[in-house]
């Protein structure tokens, strides 16, 4: 069983903003998958060995409250040679729009997505 969703908002001022972009500021890809990582490993209580397939579908720009949904992952995303060790779960994750600074973004716009590995002692199944 997957937990719930996580709420995430964006602070509207900090210091990573200025300089990315200037004059269009938004949040580093860096920053949202840290924040994809925390968010993880306290989710599920392991550590997060690797994030792969991760995609930026659209900017997310200071100010903006966003859900982090858990997912099964899809096999068929995985390009070859990507797969997780037996002794790693996979779990799919998708960051959504719940409103933005200004209500520019559509509740529910899919903003990035991808996947975190986590580690298991004994490579059981998280879903499946």
């Given at each position: 069983?997957?937990?719930p969703?996580?709420?995430?908002?964006?602070?509207?001022?900090?210091?990573?903003?200025?300089?990315?972009?200037?004059?269009?500021?938004?949040?580093?890809?860096?920053?949202?998958?840290?924040?994809?990582?925390?968010?993880?490993?306290?989710?599920?209580?392991?550590?997060?060995?690797?994030?792969a397939?991760?995609?930026?579908?659209?900017?997310?720009?200071?100010?903006?409250?966003c859900?982090?949904?858990?997912?099964?992952?899809?096999p068929?995303?995985?390009?070859?040679?990507?797969?997780?060790?037996?002794s790693?779960?996979?779990?799919?994750w998708?960051?959504?729009?719940?409103?933005?600074?200004?209500?520019?973004?559509?509740?529910?716009?899919?903003?990035?997505?991808?996947?975190?590995?986590?580690?298991?002692?004994?490579g059981e199944?998280?879903?499946?």
């Open positions: 069983m997957l937990p969703p996580v709420e995430l908002r964006v602070p509207d001022a900090a210091f990573l903003h200025e300089e990315h972009f200037p004059g269009a500021p938004c949040v580093p890809g860096s920053c949202l998958l840290e924040a994809v990582r925390r968010a993880a490993r306290q989710a599920f209580g392991r550590p997060v060995t690797c994030m397939q991760a995609r930026f579908r659209h900017f997310v720009p200071p100010g903006s409250f859900r982090l949904l858990w997912k099964p992952p899809s068929a995303a995985h390009a070859p040679g990507t797969e997780a060790p037996s790693c779960w996979r779990v799919g998708q960051l959504v729009a719940v409103c933005g600074p200004s209500d520019g973004d559509a509740p529910g716009r899919r903003l990035a997505e991808g996947e975190v590995w986590l580690a298991s002692g004994s199944a998280l879903c499946g």
